[in-house]
């Protein structure tokens, strides 16, 4: 069985700080490419970030480049989301995403074909 879990959603003031992970089980987590995804309510799921099986390819959306770091842990088969500087467009549910078949990082939704259940992200103004 495949699962995907993210936790580290909260509650945060603009300004502040989370970090996100995503725990991954049931596949290869090493072997594939990994994403961030967010989904605020009325609006369309859209990319954050995502990153190789190497780790050593890694894309940003515009709107949270320099503020966001994605990073792994292989040996923890956990995926992470630094978020710094938080600022209240970033509210959404966060979703981690996983493509085990092009293994390709990229910010197209269609590319992924296990999700875990997501995790809140709110942050006040």
């Known amino acids: 069985q495949v699962q995907v879990v993210e936790s580290g959603g909260g509650l945060v003031q603009a300004g502040g700080s989370l970090r996100l992970s995503c725990t991954v089980s049931?596949?290869?987590?090493?072997?594939?490419?990994m994403a961030w995804f967010r989904q605020a309510p009325g609006k369309e799921r859209e990319g954050v970030s995502c990153?190789?099986?190497?780790?050593?390819?890694?894309v940003y959306s515009d709107s949270v480049k320099g503020r966001f770091t994605i990073s792994r842990d292989n040996s923890e088969n956990t995926l992470f989301l630094q978020m710094n500087n938080l600022k209240p467009e970033d509210s959404a549910m966060y979703y981690c995403?996983?493509?085990?078949?092009?293994?390709?990082?990229?910010?197209?939704?269609?590319?992924?074909?296990?999700w875990g259940q997501g995790t809140q992200v709110t942050v006040s103004s």
């Open positions: 995403a996983a493509d085990t078949t092009y293994r390709r990082c990229t910010l197209a939704t269609q590319n992924y074909n296990y």
């Open positions: 049931g596949f290869p987590f090493a072997a594939y490419a």
């Open positions: 990153i190789k099986w190497t780790g050593s390819s890694t």
